[in-house]
Every structure is written in structure tokens, then in C-alpha cells.
């Protein structure tokens, strides 16, 4: 299912780091993991429910990155106008416009927007998959539905990876740049 060149590539895109012989220390940010062991008998739910997660909080963190690089942008260029229109000092209306132009070229750069999108469908084609499997009662989750969950699982995995590499293609970035795409398997 997830090898470990997986979690290590996943675990490097949310803040861990990895020094030599395979010893790890962790940056002041990380992303929240399930409890190692399984609270149910069923992994393949736990697995879906660790994906669920995962597109949760990329999708929260997309969410802010985007709003509060847009308020800064909105506010740094509203408050050019208004020293302009004071007569400020020519160096501090030039400071103000020069961050103005910083946000929107990172803006740009980031592209939390097309992110956060990408986050938000395939979380909630994983909800909507996660909550019918769990509408069935535990005697009718035979290995051929917890199969089918699987494959489904891995099918909006890979569609958000690919998403991911056609928006880089494209010259418009779909995750933070440096930050690898996230293996689904």
C-alpha cells in the first residue's frame, strides 16, 4: 500500500527533515497525524480517514495562505494610494507600493487559490466515498468493498497528484514551490 519512501516524501512536504542514517528531527511545523495504532479493525478505513485528513488541513492551510496573502496585497495597495494622496515622504509611499508588487508577485508565485481548489475537490470526493462505506453495516464490508474504497482512495490520490504536476506544467504552481507532490501510494 504506502511504502516508505512515501511517508518520508509526504513527511519532507509537511516539515520534517531527515538527517544522515536515516535519523529525523522535526521543524516547528507539522502536520497532525493519526495515532500511530488503529482505533478500528478495518485499515483500509483508517487509511482513507489519514487521506481525509491529509486534504483537510492542505486545504485549511491553502485557505489562509490565499485570503492572507490577498488581504496584504488589498491593504499594501490601498495604503500606497492614501500616502500618495497625504504627500508622504517619496520613500515611504516607494516602500509601501514595493510590497504592494511583493504580494502580488508572490500571489502569483504560490498560488494558494489553485491549491486550496484542488484540496477542496478531492476532499470531498474522499468525504462523500469515506461516508457511504461507512453507511454500510460491518458485516456487508467484505474484502471486495473495502477493496473498492481502496481503489477509490488511490484513484483521487493519483487525480490530485496529477492535477498537481499539469498546473506546474502549465506554469501556474498548485502547491508551495520546493514542496514535492504527494505520493498516493
Not at 512515501?6 to 531527515?18: C, F, M, N, P, V
Not at 478531492?122 to 462505506?133: G, M, P, V
Amino acid at each position: 500500500m504506502v511504502s516508505a519512501w512515501t511517508h518520508r516524501a509526504r513527511d519532507q512536504a509537511d516539515g520534517l527533515r531527515y538527517g544522515g542514517g536515516g535519523h529525523q528531527w522535526s521543524m516547528a511545523i507539522r502536520r497532525p497525524l493519526s495515532a500511530p495504532g488503529s482505533l478500528s479493525d478495518d485499515p483500509v478505513l483508517d487509511y482513507a480517514l489519514r487521506e481525509l485528513e491529509w486534504f483537510e488541513v492542505t486545504r485549511r492551510r491553502s485557505r489562509l495562505g490565499h485570503y492572507g496573502i490577498e488581504f496584504l496585497a488589498l491593504t499594501t495597495s490601498s495604503v500606497t494610494v492614501v500616502a500618495a494622496g497625504l504627500q508622504a515622504p517619496a520613500g515611504v509611499t516607494a516602500t509601501i507600493a514595493g510590497l504592494a508588487v511583493f504580494f502580488a508577485g508572490l500571489r502569483q508565485l504560490l498560488d494558494h487559490r489553485a491549491r486550496y481548489v484542488l484540496a477542496a475537490e478531492a476532499w470531498t470526493r474522499l468525504h462523500t466515498t469515506i461516508e457511504r462505506y461507512r453507511l454500510l453495516p460491518p458485516g456487508e464490508r467484505s474484502p471486495a468493498v473495502r477493496n473498492q474504497l481502496l481503489e477509490r482512495v488511490e484513484a483521487v490520490v493519483d487525480s490530485d497528484l496529477t492535477s498537481w504536476g499539469v498546473s506546474l506544467r502549465q506554469g501556474r504552481s498548485g502547491e508551495s514551490p520546493g514542496e514535492p507532490p504527494r505520493p498516493g501510494h
